[in-house]
């Protein structure tokens, strides 16, 4: 299985294809480009829709089970970690501990987390004789296999463009079963249509960040706050709740009530807050008086 792309959602993949029509579509983005051959080599060119078809089955009888579960790279976006960490009732620090490693993006230079392999093995910690220990709560990269989902940000585009594309590795048999779906089906049937709805904010600000390049600068660790936003909603909640934030920034009663006890409500709320400070979106608005206190001290400052 192929990395997750972020300009690019859930990472993908087809065979098929000329050499320069390929490369065209790996020049997308330098994050395809920084791939391994081997890797970029299954990367088809050919975007599918949701009512395109696809041949695939995978079951546990295929003489390939359980390969698709080593030497990957599976990004956890943040619904995979509550789901992984719900389902192993582990606190975030100790499923962060066990199971990720950080990986930087190289564009935008955002941290996210990856599901750790077993470093002699290569296996995925999950995978066991009879398949996939966590499957009901597997990661979304897992559900959408063989498929990858891309959302591409267009410079002066109202809205991101998404489809999806086939991945085609040579070890992975399921291609060779003769059971066609249609895309959309393919999704539904394993569960990524919820998985993509909770994804949607989080993905959408890395698409603007890395789109805004250098060019956004701000005196928040931005990085930070995005990683613990993204792995750690109780330790965002604390920051919400026991700093000043709630002095300095509105948000109303209802909304705090749901932030107290909701971590997917959280994650939304902090990458709101992220976007308005970051791109100036006016999701998360400062209170007009801690908006007048900052103008009054920066102007005593400047007169001194
Ligand atoms: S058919 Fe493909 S997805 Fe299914 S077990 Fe084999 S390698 Fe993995
Ligand atoms: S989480 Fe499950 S499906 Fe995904 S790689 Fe691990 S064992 Fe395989």
């Not at 559900?143 to 489809?163: I, N, T």
Request: proline share 5%.
């Amino acid at each position: 299985m192929p990395p997750l792309f972020l300009f690019v959602g859930y990472g993908g993949v087809k065979m098929a294809g000329e050499q320069e029509e390929r490369d065209r579509v790996i020049n997308w983005d330098p994050e395809l480009r920084n791939m391994p051959r081997e890797v970029r080599n299954v990367i088809a060119p050919t975007p599918l829709q949701g009512t395109d078809r696809m041949q695939f089955r995978c079951h546990p009888g295929i003489a390939c089970f359980n390969e698709c579960c080593r030497n990957i790279e599976i990004l956890l976006t943040p619904y995979d970690l509550l789901r992984l960490r719900r389902r192993l009732q582990l606190s975030a620090e100790d499923f962060l501990f066990q199971y990720a490693t950080l990986y930087t993006m190289s564009k935008g230079q955002l941290p996210v987390a990856m599901l750790r392999m077993d470093e002699e093995t290569g296996r995925c910690p999950f995978v066991t004789e009879e398949g996939c220990s966590v499957y009901s709560d597997r990661p979304v990269t897992c559900r959408y296999y063989p498929l990858g989902m891309a959302l591409l940000h267009r410079q002066k585009a109202a809205e991101d463009e998404s489809f999806y594309f086939l991945i085609k590795e040579d070890f992975c048999l399921g291609h060779r079963e003769a059971c066609h779906w249609q895309v959309d089906a393919w999704r539904q049937d394993q569960g990524s249509d919820g998985y993509d709805e909770r994804n949607q904010q989080w993905m959408e600000f890395i698409i603007k960040r890395r789109s805004a390049g250098d060019g956004v600068s701000t005196s928040l660790p931005v990085s930070e706050f995005f990683y613990m936003a993204s792995t750690n909603p109780d330790k965002f909640r604390e920051f919400v709740f026991q700093s000043s934030f709630l002095q300095r920034y509105q948000v109303a009663e209802e909304q705090l009530e749901r932030l107290r006890g909701d971590d997917e409500a959280l994650i939304d709320f902090a990458l709101s807050w992220l976007k308005s400070v970051l791109f100036g979106d006016q999701d998360v608005r400062v209170k007009p008086e801690a908006f007048a206190s900052y103008k009054a001290s920066k102007k005593a400052k400047a007169s001194e």
